[in-house]
């Protein structure tokens, strides 16, 4: 059943207007309305980092709805939200197949395959998405909270599901500036992911099938587009009242960020090794007002097994400043009880002596990068890891509070076990008071991946209230506080060293409290939402 008061037919200056496209949107047949929404999800990918096209989101979101009109059965509405993830996946992520670069001869056939596969997969989580929201049969406002519903649900979904790939949540596209980021403290990624859902779509009830009548229809507009500019005022309004960036930070510690921007294909040239370590201590050991109190390299820095290595360990102590730290990635390896390898990706830290002081092994690896999934079949193919070594690597044994000599204790993260909202730092430990992120994304050369990557990382300072300091081997280096400010920031291809103090971390943020928690909390509000609305009909009811 429908009320009138809420649906009504439109009338014939909004025909020749949105209603007249929302027409000729649904009226298309099944070809072209995949066609468009692929366009449509390419058009969502501009909004990413770096480009932050976000006006672009409103067309894009809005035209899917419009374009679900014209669905027919349950095969058609997935079909449409299968072409959007492919075309936005496929946009957002095609700096992977750069990394295929790296070895043309081997891995060159695997480009399109990497990237196409991966957004195909991915997209499915879209695609039942949208057939969900065609299932249901609600139209009107409460068709768009239900795709705000279901898109959380997808997103969180593919966050958690065979190791999860939470890259590019639609809420990163709000980290072009640190006002708006700051809701994420209360309500995380996910909170962002919601009202940006909402502002796209909501101009759908303007037009298309149950469209509301001009009053009700403006009103529910205004209410979704006035959410985002309340959370920008919230995040004005805190970074108004925090201190000025720098100004709150941790005595007697200074940080050099060394940055040498080794091209991929040299790293691990076993010519070239003694060459970028040499370009690793000239950086090093650069003058500076300030000498630094611990040197920070980045992931996998140093192409030796640094655990079996005590000649190299002593000769970087000479590097070492007083009571300090060297701070580097580098690979480890273990002999089982049984006789067996395993290979770590490590941090370690290194005091004036060359000793180790800790040692982090990555435990969140990445399939066919550090590890070839299914290796029994797919290795039959001729398939491989895309990483240097014969070897997978192995798991390390999950996130801990690290004890620093000289610093505060700290959560430290390899790559991408940054952009993992929620699972930053360990829950069986006291809380950390920075994140250390190693990482290298000379992979992906000068594309949109090191950009998104760092969007993910900042977004994780600002959830927990921690300041974030990021080392990678070619851009993007920084020091970020807990506000997602940041204090010193590296460029791509920057062959430099950088120096920053440590901020100081806030009390717990609500989010660093609930963390994964505000999923269903806001899948719930957004079901209240529906059943609230659920009288704007159901299709053809």
Partial sequence: MTRSDDLTPASPSRVRGLEGFA??????????????????GLLTATALPPLFLLPLLIPAFTSLLWLLDGARDRRQAF???????????????????????????????????????????????????????????????????????????????RSVLLTGFPWNLLGSVWSLDPAPLQIAAVTGVWGLTVLTLLAAAAPAVLAGTGCLSLRRGLGFLALCWLLPLLALGYGTLRLAQAPSPGEAIQPDVSLRLVQPSIPQHEKWQGELRQQHLQEHVRLSRQA???????????????????????????????????????????????????????????????????ETRLRYDKFHLVPFGEYLPLRDFLGWFGMDKITAGSMDFS????????????????????CYEIIFSGRVTATDAPRPQWLLNLTNDAWFGRSSGPHQHFASARLRAVEEGLPLVRVANNGISAVVDPYGRTLVRLEQDAVAAADSPLPTPLPPTIYARLGRWWVPILLVLLGAGCLLTRRDGKAAA
């Fill in 288 to 354: 500076a007002p300030t000498p630094p109190t611990h040197i920070i390299w980045a992931e996998t820095a140093l192409p030796w097994y640094l655990n079996h290595e005590p000649a190299l360990a002593e000769a970087l102590g000479e590097l070492v400043p007083p009571d300090g730290l060297l701070i580097s990635g580098a690979p480890a390896y273990e002999e089982t009880d049984s006789g067996d390898l395993q290979v770590y990706n490590s941090i370690y830290a290194l005091d004036e002596q060359g």
């Fill in 79 to 157: 079909a449409l939200g299968w072409c959007f993830g492919l075309g936005y996946f496929a946009a957002g992520l095609y700096w992977v197949g750069i990394a295929m670069t790296v070895d043309l001869a081997q891995f060159g056939w695997f480009m399109p395959v990497s990237v196409l596969g991966l957004s195909g997969g991915l997209a499915l989580f879209t695609g039942l998405a949208l057939w969900a929201v065609w299932q249901s049969g609600l139209q009107g406002r409460a068709r768009v909270l239900l795709l705000a519903l279901v898109w959380l649900a997808a997103e969180f979904a």
């Fill in 395 to 414: 798991s390390g044994p999950g996130l801990t509070t690290a004890a620093l000599p000289g610093l505060p204790p700290a959560s430290l993260l390899v």
């Fill in 23 to 40: 027409q000729r949107l649904a009226g298309l047949s099944p070809w072209r309305r995949a066609g468009v929404a692929l366009l449509c």
